[in-house]
């Protein structure tokens, strides 16, 4: 079973991860992350600081993505384990929009387009919502930053991802970032076990 956590930055991903590993280490999930988990995720961070050219930005994060599928998420699948990953597709479908936004005609469709036929839909997806100047305030000093950690990317890319999660709702939860830390893991780890007990009662397609 594929669970994915998205959310703008600041919306409390990283703090959930670390308490989701230890709420569910008696399932050994694989939990992994977008972008980092290959070594291709390095020159994503080096774009990223570097401000590449967007449509080259976007591409090395789908590189990241075949990559992270292909070494680390398809194989964990094929042996039945669960896999967490801490952004996923839709962090592209969010964000790049709002960076090829005047590059490309339709940079949503292209993105989708790119993404047909080999990757892998999650089997649910946790996103993290809050208001952005919260997120804002919990990212501290602005010249600590990378480039999309500010209002008024962060609210473009928020309205991307509360679009996706209303075109998909059998897929997406989400969930109040506003909510005690505490809170927020118990509620998603208690979801995700429910899932994994279903998923072991179906046989996968
Ligand atoms: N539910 C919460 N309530 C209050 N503060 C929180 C909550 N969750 C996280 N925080 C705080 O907000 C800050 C940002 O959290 P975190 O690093 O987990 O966000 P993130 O989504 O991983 O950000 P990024 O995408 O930029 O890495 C941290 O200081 C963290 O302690
Ligand atoms: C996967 C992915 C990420 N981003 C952006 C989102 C963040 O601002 C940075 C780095 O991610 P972190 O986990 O918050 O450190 O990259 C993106 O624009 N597109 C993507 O596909």
Not at 98 to 116: A, C, M, N, Q
Request: charged content about 30%; glycine content about 6%.
């Amino acid at each position: 079973m594929l669970i994915t956590i998205e959310g703008i930055d600041g919306s409390g991903k990283s703090t959930l991860l670390a308490r989701l590993h230890e709420l569910l280490a008696d399932l050994d999930p694989l939990f992994t992350r977008e972008p980092g988990a290959t070594w291709v995720g390095e020159s994503v961070r080096r774009a990223i600081a570097e401000r590449m050219d967007p449509i080259t930005e976007a591409l090395l994060f789908c590189a990241d993505h075949a990559a992270h599928i292909d070494t680390l998420i398809r194989p964990a699948l094929d042996e039945g384990r669960l896999v967490v990953s801490d952004r996923y597709a839709d962090s592209r479908f969010a964000y790049q929009p709002v960076v090829l936004d005047g590059v490309l005609p339709d940079p949503l469709s292209w993105l989708f387009r790119i993404h047909e036929g080999w990757s892998i839909r999650p089997d649910r997806t946790f996103l993290l919502v809050l208001p952005i100047e919260d997120a804002v305030s919990r990212l501290g000093p602005e010249k600590k930053r990378e480039y999309f950690e500010n209002a008024a990317i962060l609210s473009r890319v928020q309205e991307n991802y509360l679009g996706l999660a209303a075109a998909d709702p059998s897929r997406f939860v989400i969930v109040d970032a506003l909510l005690p830390k505490e809170e927020v893991a118990r509620f998603i780890a208690d979801e995700i076990r429910a899932g994994a007990r279903s998923s072991r009662r179906r046989p996968r397609a």
